[in-house]
């Protein structure tokens, strides 16, 4: 067997029978949003709208079938780890879940490479969620096969954000021209890190809404400031929301916080009603990563502008997707 039969594209991979080498994903890993062109998100995009009238249509198909997925998780999570499980399944692939790493051979002290250098052995791509900023590309140095970030402590959640913008992509039809509120934990938030950075590929303005201590660190403000986009700072949503056609919610990341009590100050910063929305446009949607924990009042829900819950579904297609693509079969 040869030595480079499992490596990446960057290293000459044997291409297995049926896999397309073309794909522009192939091999490769998904780590930071930085990586991805306008052109590349058109393409994503469209092969997960494919997945989405393909789910409707017949449910599962096995474009996937033999391959494996290790979902390796040092955090916890519900929607990314059972949306990529989900995908595998519905794509007819196989999967080994790694959910609670005290139970695997980490609680030894086995080192984050050495793990994914065992899980590579048996699965054909690897789904991690670290608590590290940089974990993934860590990671992705020992793999030899495709390392998917799942979220590296406050560092990026590259495939939230794709799922983000394949969100406003579905419900509103486009993305130029909108304005883009985001609002509650700027600071730790690592989905609306990851999010500021795609929407800097489009035509949009930014507004960020936070308590002071929880301010959009200052390296995204330049990063997307770059490229031209505009952006404005703020304490309260009241002066934005009536312009806004994207509200963007996250919840207060009390696990990142050093200072308990600094928590107890802000956890309650914000809280999105019924009578916030009097002020907002009729052709509007509000969006939150999830899990929420008051930021977004339970009476909102039923609001046709609420698009928490249909934003999970598209998740699964984002995520279907992405498989697909890095395994070749796009
Ligand atoms: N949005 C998100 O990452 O949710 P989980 O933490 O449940 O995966």
């Known amino acids: 067997m040869p030595t480079d039969l499992f490596m990446k ?17 192939y091999g490769k890993d998904i780590l930071s949003v930085k990586q991805f062109t306008r052109q590349d998100l058109e393409y994503i995009f469209g092969v997960a709208h494919e997945m989405r009238e393909m789910v409707q249509r017949v449910g599962s198909f096995d474009l996937l079938k033999g391959k494996i997925l290790a979902n390796l998780f040092y955090e916890p999570s519900t929607r990314t ?16 879940p790694i959910n609670e790493v005290h139970y695997s051979s980490v ?6 490479p050495d793990t994914v250098r065992t899980l590579e052995c048996y699965a054909d791509v690897i789904v991690l969620r670290h608590p590290e900023v940089g974990a993934s590309a860590d990671a ?8 998917i970030n799942a ?6 959640h590259p495939t939230q954000a794709l799922l983000d ?22 600071k730790y938030g690592r989905t609306v890190h990851s999010l500021a950075r795609l929407l800097s590929l489009y035509k949009v303005e930014i507004n960020y809404v936070s308590p002071e201590i929880l301010k959009i660190p200052s390296e995204i403000i330049d990063e997307v400031d770059s490229k031209g986009i505009p ?3 703020f304490t309260s949503l009241e002066p934005v929301m009536p312009m806004t056609d994207v509200l963007y919610v996250t919840r207060v990341q009390k696990e990142r916080f050093e200072k308990l009590s600094d928590y107890e100050l802000v956890k309650s910063a914000f809280t999105i009603t ?10 509007m949607i509000i969006m939150h990563p999830l899990p929420r924990v008051g930021e977004i009042s339970m009476e909102v829900d039923n609001d046709p502008r609420a698009a928490y819950f249909r934003q999970m579904e598209y998740g699964l297609y984002v995520r279907m997707a992405l498989l697909a693509m890095v395994l070749g079969k796009s």
């Open 151 to 156: 979220g590296d402590g406050i560092g990026e």
């Open 165 to 186: 913008l394949f969100t406003i992509y579905e419900e509103l039809g486009e993305v130029d021209g909108l304005t883009v509120t985001m609002l509650g934990d700027l």
């Open 231 to 233: 952006q404005a700072e």
């Open 9 to 25: 594209e960057s290293k000459n991979p044997y291409i297995p029978f049926g896999d397309r080498q073309d794909s522009p994903f």
């Open 140 to 147: 992705a140095k020992y793999a030899r096969k495709p390392i």
């Open 274 to 283: 019924l009578e916030t929305l009097t002020i907002a446009k009729e052709r």
């Open 107 to 112: 609680a030894k002290g086995e080192s984050l």
């Open 81 to 96: 780890s059972s949306s990529f499980t989900s995908a595998m399944e519905r794509l007819g692939g196989s999967l080994i």
